[in-house]
């Protein structure tokens, strides 16, 4: 059974940070593409960040380009998406997904990935 359970959500002051860890289990890990999506109150969810099997790419939302980071251990079996700089618009559920395995479909697209977590919440105060 496939799980995705995501940590280190909770609520900030604009401008601090958040490190945000996804540990998978019951999937071969280090041939997994890993995706980092959020969900604002009343809107749709939206891609954040992308890692790819190997690592060696990454890909992120304009909104978040040089403020977040994502990052694997593929030891760990964890993904991580550390985020500086936060603002009040970055308050969302956000969600961990995984394509396994590793398919074409775009990093940016939610059918890419076949297994989500349940989520964390983020709230950043103004």
């Known amino acids: 059974q496939v799980q995705l359970v995501e940590s280190g959500g909770g609520l900030v002051q604009a401008g601090g940070s958040l490190r945000l860890s996804c540990a998978a289990s019951?999937?071969?890990?280090?041939?997994?593409?890993l995706g980092w999506f959020r969900q604002a109150p009343g809107k749709e969810r939206t891609f954040v960040a992308a890692?790819?099997?190997?690592?060696?790419?990454?890909y992120y939302a304009d909104s978040v380009k040089g403020r977040f980071t994502v990052s694997r251990d593929n030891a760990k079996n964890t993904v991580y998406l550390q985020m500086n700089s936060l603002k009040p618009e970055d308050t969302a559920v956000y969600y961990c997904?995984?394509?396994?395995?590793?398919?074409?479909?775009?990093?940016?697209?939610?059918?890419?990935?076949?297994?989500w977590g349940q989520g964390t919440q983020v709230t950043v105060s103004s």
């Open positions: 997904a995984a394509d396994v395995p590793p398919s074409t479909g775009s990093y940016y697209n939610m059918k890419t990935y076949d297994y």
């Open positions: 019951g999937l071969t890990f280090r041939s997994s593409a």
């Open positions: 890692i790819t099997w190997s690592g060696k790419s990454t």
